[in-house]
């Protein structure tokens, strides 16, 4: 099993139940990305995808 998927089993274990919106999810990668400069890039790549899912011309 891969860090990535025991994280998100973790996230969901963790906090499956709750409702957040994008806007509280956005202000979250804001601060990981302010903690951990180095994995800037991989999480606006994961932001772009997110906001490109239902693009039809992507």
Avoid at 2 to 15: H, P, Q
Avoid at 26 to 38: I, N, S, V, Y
Avoid at 48 to 55: C, F, K
Wanted: hydrophobic share 35%; glycine share 4%; proline share 5%.
């Amino acid at each position: 099993m891969y860090f990535t998927d025991r994280g998100i089993e973790e996230l969901e274990k963790r906090r499956g139940d709750e409702e957040v919106t994008l806007a509280w999810l956005a202000e979250r990668l804001q601060e990981f990305t302010d903690t951990h400069p180095e994995f800037e890039t991989p999480v606006e790549r994961f932001a772009t995808w997110l906001a490109r899912l239902d693009d039809p011309d992507d």
